[in-house]
């Protein structure tokens, strides 16, 4: 599999926004650039889940993230729920992968039927569309046959469906350890080298 250089990175209301900002951390250190988009909702649960201070506008959360990652200018570009001018929307300029990371069944669903009614659910369906890379990360226990029919569904159409279901075969310590697992498993599926978790067998 070809290494990525360009990924959509898409936060919903799911619990475990950890998971995405670790995501972006690493993608940051890989040298990839990652256009990022979050959901009001996964705001809401970044504010109560965590001590992150998220500025709302996307321009002031771009500087906020781009410091804190100590990414490169520019390597970071976030965009509002109706920016339909960002490359991510068009088949033309959208980056060869998206993570929907986590994501939430409402998500799951939007995205299934085609919805597009903001920036998260058009960036997937034109991943969709053009045939690139979905990879969606759901977070959610039980989940109904809703839930299982919407997996399905996007599955038969080349998403790929990662569970935050981490396992514990590699002794974790630690909840960042348990971060790590489900990060390792989307940067294996990028195609980008990571040495937080090893392979099987190695």
Not at 18 to 26: D, F, I, K, P
């Amino acid at each position: 599999m070809a290494e990525v250089r360009r990924v959509t990175l898409a936060v919903t209301g799911a619990s475990g926004v950890q998971y995405a900002m670790r995501l972006l951390e690493c993608l940051v250190k890989a040298e990839v650039e990652v256009s990022f988009l979050m959901s009001q909702a996964a705001m809401l649960v970044a504010a109560t889940e965590t001590d992150w201070q998220l500025p709302p506008k996307p321009q002031a959360m771009e500087t906020y993230l781009t410091e804190q990652f100590q990414a490169q200018p520019g390597q970071i570009r976030v965009y509002g729920k109706q920016d339909w001018m960002s490359p991510v929307a068009s088949g033309s300029g959208a980056p060869a992968a998206m993570v929907v990371c986590p994501c939430s069944t409402g998500t799951l669903s939007a995205i299934a039927t085609g919805a597009s009614n903001n920036l998260i659910e058009r960036a997937a369906d034109v991943a969709l569309k053009e045939r690139r890379q979905l990879i969606l990360v759901p977070r959610e226990a039980p989940f109904s046959t809703i839930h299982l029919e919407n997996m399905l569904t996007l599955s038969r159409m080349g998403a790929v469906i990662l569970p935050a279901s981490p396992g514990f075969y590699h002794k974790p310590t630690a909840i960042e350890d348990l971060v790590d697992f489900i990060v390792a498993r989307i940067l294996n599926q990028l195609g980008i080298e990571q040495k937080l978790l090893a392979r099987w067998g190695e």
